[in-house]
Nanobody, 118 residues
Framework: QVQLVESGGGLVQAGGSLRLSCAASGTIFSINYMGWYRQAPGKQRELVAVIASSGSTDYADSVKGRFTISRDNAKNTVYLQMNSLKPEDTAVYYC????????????WGQGTQVTVSS
């Protein structure tokens, strides 16, 4: 069984920064994609950023230029550096690991709250 443990959420003022971390543990040979989604109250869960094992990345338009995703394949860990935070970034942030071998399944973290005050 694979588990994802997130850390780094919290309360920050607008314009501030936070760094989220997510470590995958268990029997893992490889992870295809790792990424972050977020869900604000009353809204659907949305993709924030994703990174492939090759290092290629993709971002939601709303966070481009402010957030940076990175990963350490040796540690099965993904990071999200969030700068210039805005109140609309307030949400629960979920880590996801897609295409985890064996046996090619997806796993989600429990979520971490990020609150940006104005």
């Amino acid at each position: 069984q694979v588990q994802l443990v997130e850390s780094g959420g919290g309360l920050v003022q607008a314009g501030g920064s936070l760094r989220l971390s997510c470590a995958a543990s268990g029997t893992i040979f490889s992870i295809n994609y790792m990424g972050w989604y977020r869900q604000a109250p009353g809204k659907q869960r949305e993709l924030v950023a994703v990174i492939a094992s090759s290092g290629s990345t993709d971002y939601a338009d709303s966070v481009k230029g402010r957030f940076t995703i990175s990963r350490d394949n040796a540690k099965n860990t993904v990071y999200l550096q969030m700068n210039s935070l805005k109140p609309e970034d307030t949400a629960v942030y979920y880590c996801v690991a897609e295409g985890v071998l064996p046996p090619d399944e997806d796993y989600w973290g429990q979520g971490t709250q990020v609150t940006v005050s104005s």
